[in-house]
């Protein structure tokens, strides 16, 4: 069962500086604690502008013109800084080389908790802390620009996860990365979420592992919500996905393409699943 509203969207709309056109048209969304949240879409679908929203980078930094209500833990982003939404709002960008600005990893993870008034000792405590968690202790005194993709990543998710934020939002994190290392982010997502409660609201185009492990998941199309819900029940809507551009996993097309002529209980969400569907559904009784 979801938790308390955290997040709340209502009649947004929003155009950069230098844009005549709408790229977020009239936006309805509420996030609750403890939810694992996918959003997919295509290139230019809102997607980044969205979760901009979420921690006041729009529309305190970002210019542009802004409509409708932003609420982030029941205050409005308008009356909060980016600074205070800090606390909330935990983003990570696509490129973590763009977040990554200090010396060593352990200087990025005492930025939050310094900010938040902190003593160092503290700092280090809780950076200690949040790095032994990520199981990235080793990268505590590497240069952060010495390290690989997926070490990058997760050096970013600590140095946000040190703020405590109760949402942790990814913008496409795993594009710059190789199948092993999106594997354990989204891994590490799915515990962040489990063990401490951590709302996720990730960004991505891996289809088959968000339909593993959201327990939501969210269509963007042209800077509108076309679908809200359940996996299983989303990607019923084949039709929807096809004309938004978006590619359904490969089992769950396999499954939408076959029902006529399968005894489908109920859509697949992985292979496995799908073999072990099929097998009951075949099966014939002696």
């Known amino acids: 069962m979801p938790g308390q ?68 833990a029941g205050r409005s982003t308008r009356e909060q800084t980016v600074a205070d939404l800090s606390a909330q709002v935990g983003l990570v960008f696509q490129d973590a080389d763009a977040q990554l600005i200090m010396s060593t990893v352990e200087e990025e993870c005492l930025l939050a908790p310094l900010s938040q008034g902190l003593s160092r000792a503290e700092a280090r405590a809780r950076a200690a802390q949040v790095l032994a968690e990520l199981n990235a202790t080793d990268l505590a005194h590497r240069a952060p620009q010495t390290l690989s993709g997926g070490q990058k990543q997760r050096a970013a998710i600590a140095a946000v996860m040190t703020a405590q934020p109760r949402l942790l939002v990814l913008d496409e994190a795993t594009s710059e990365l190789d199948a092993l290392s999106v594997h354990r982010l989204f891994a590490l997502c799915a515990r962040l ?68 002529c399968l005894p489908w209980p109920e859509l697949p969400l992985s292979e496995q699943e799908a073999e072990r569907l099929l097998r009951a559904a075949l099966e014939t009784p002696e």
Not at 211 to 240: F, K, T
């Open 193 to 260: 979420n489990r063990e401490h409660g951590t709302t996720i609201l990730l960004v991505s185009h891996e289809m088959e592992l968000l339909a593993r492990y959201a327990h939501r998941l969210l269509l963007l199309s042209e800077g509108r919500i076309l679908l809200d819900g359940p996996p299983r029940a989303v990607l019923r809507e084949l039709e929807v996905f096809r004309r938004a551009g978006v590619r359904l996993p490969q089992v769950a097309e396999f499954a939408a393409r076959t029902a006529d």
């Open 5 to 72: 509203p955290l997040v709340r969207l209502e009649g947004v709309r929003y155009r950069y500086p230098t844009s005549r056109d709408w790229v977020l048209r009239g936006v309805d969304l509420t996030l609750y604690e403890g939810e694992f949240v996918g959003l997919v879409g295509t290139t230019g679908a809102g997607k980044s502008t969205l979760c901009l929203t979420f921690n006041g980078l729009i529309p305190h930094y970002m210019g542009g013109v802004c409509e409708g209500h932003i609420e982030v």
